[in-house]
């Protein structure tokens, strides 16, 4: 099955930097590959999400690469802000499937300080 | 997200009781799942269903019992309940249109459950 790897588990930036973290997958059927959001104690939300067919997607201050050939995907977030720090999972579907499956990679804790 | 409930959105029990977590869902999404997440595995899927009266497995599916008689309603059952289940359980539904298999899936607020 798909295995998803997700790095770094922390990251601690100072207000204004920029943040990024990578993701790696096995499936080379993959074809989507989602990035949520989970605030302390709250559910985990969609923020960004790649499909196979481009290689960026940009919305505002965030924005995530996908490389297929590496099988490799990133969330980069600009100008980060206080009310950014939180778990940030990668995912990416089973290839091949109709299920809509998602595969987590184990989050990364985002802080950021004022 | 008002759209998918669980409950309850705690529970305490002990070891070796059946517990039942609901997961209720209003946009009739034909894809529900079931995850549990313990610190360093993220969210590890337990149970999926692409419609009722199918159901499958995920990557973490022992001593987890699920049933889908409606579209709206995705229990999970833990048949007899060990310490190992302590977890936050999250149930998550997302829609398949226009021959896509891939959509955003929303997620409840979650179930926390306490196993001593």
């Known amino acids: 099955g798909e295995n998803v790897e997700q790095h770094p588990s922390t990251l601690s930036v100072q207000e204004g930097d920029s943040a990024v973290i990578k993701c790696t997958y096995s499936d080379s059927a993959s074809n989507y590959f989602p990035w949520y959001k989970q605030e302390l104690g709250k559910r985990p939300q969609l923020i960004i999400d790649?499909?196979?067919?481009?290689g960026e997607k940009k919305d505002q201050r965030i924005a995530v690469t996908l490389n297929k050939t590496a099988k490799h995907f990133s969330l980069h977030i600009t100008e980060t802000q206080p009310e950014d720090s939180a778990v940030y999972f990668c995912a990416a579907n089973a290839g091949g499937t109709s299920y809509g499956k998602l595969t987590f990679g184990q989050g990364t804790i985002l802080t950021v300080h004022p | 997200d008002a759209g998918i409930t669980q409950s309850p959105r705690y529970k305490i029990t002990e070891t070796g009781r059946q517990v039942t977590l609901m997961c209720h869902q209003t946009w009739s999404h034909s894809y529900m799942f079931w995850y549990r997440q313990d610190l360093g595995h993220g969210l590890r899927l337990i149970y999926y269903?692409?419609?009722?009266?199918?159901?499958d497995k995920g990557e973490v599916p022992d001593g987890y019992v699920v049933s889908r008689s409606k579209t709206e309603n995705f229990p999970l059952t833990l048949e007899s309940a060990t310490r190992s289940q302590t977890s936050v359980y999250f149930c998550?539904?997302?829609?398949?249109?226009?021959?896509?298999?891939?959509?955003?899936?929303?997620f409840g607020p979650g179930t926390r459950l306490t196993v001593l």
């Open positions: 269903s692409a419609a009722a009266d199918i159901t």
């Open positions: 790649i499909r196979s067919n481009v």
């Open positions: 998550a539904s997302s829609e398949f249109a226009g021959g896509v298999s891939y959509n955003e899936q929303f």
